[in-house]
């Protein structure tokens, strides 16, 4: 079972930018997926996540600004994240095996893929 993500980069606020993550192991359709983050000098974050039923959620942090998509054929997920600022900078994770409902707090996901970093800066 492993989580491969990729897409990370330097962007200047207000851009964008798109992960990717594939999973091998395992099909999309065995669980819930998503994306976490880690900022510097902070604890890790659930960022989004898309259930069995193609469900999403979101943090209210990137809510209107990040949206989540899979692509079941391809077995991959994405995060397509806009209108980016400073604070968006962070190491991403892909994660999953956790149930993927509106309290981004409380998601404990099983599986960890590693992290691909994103950096909003001018």
């Known amino acids: 079972v492993q989580l491969q993500a990729s897409g990370g980069g330097l962007v200047q606020p207000g851009g964008s930018l798109r992960l990717s993550c594939t999973a091998s192991?395992?099909?999309?359709?065995?669980?819930?997926i998503g994306w976490f983050r880690q900022a510097p000098g902070k604890e890790r974050e659930g960022v989004s996540c898309?259930?069995?039923?193609?469900?999403?959620h979101y943090a209210d942090s990137v809510k209107d600004r990040f949206t989540i998509s899979s692509d079941n054929a391809k077995n991959t997920v994405y995060l397509q994240m806009s209108s980016l600022k400073p604070e968006d900078t962070a190491v991403y994770y892909c994660?999953?095996?956790?149930?993927?409902?509106?309290?981004?707090?409380?998601?404990?996901?099983?599986?960890w893929g590693q992290g691909t970093l994103v950096t909003v800066s001018s």
């Open positions: 994660v999953s095996d956790f149930p993927c409902h509106p309290y981004s707090d409380t998601w404990n996901p099983y599986i």
């Open positions: 898309i259930g069995s039923s193609d469900s999403t």
């Open positions: 192991g395992f099909t999309l359709d065995s669980y819930a």
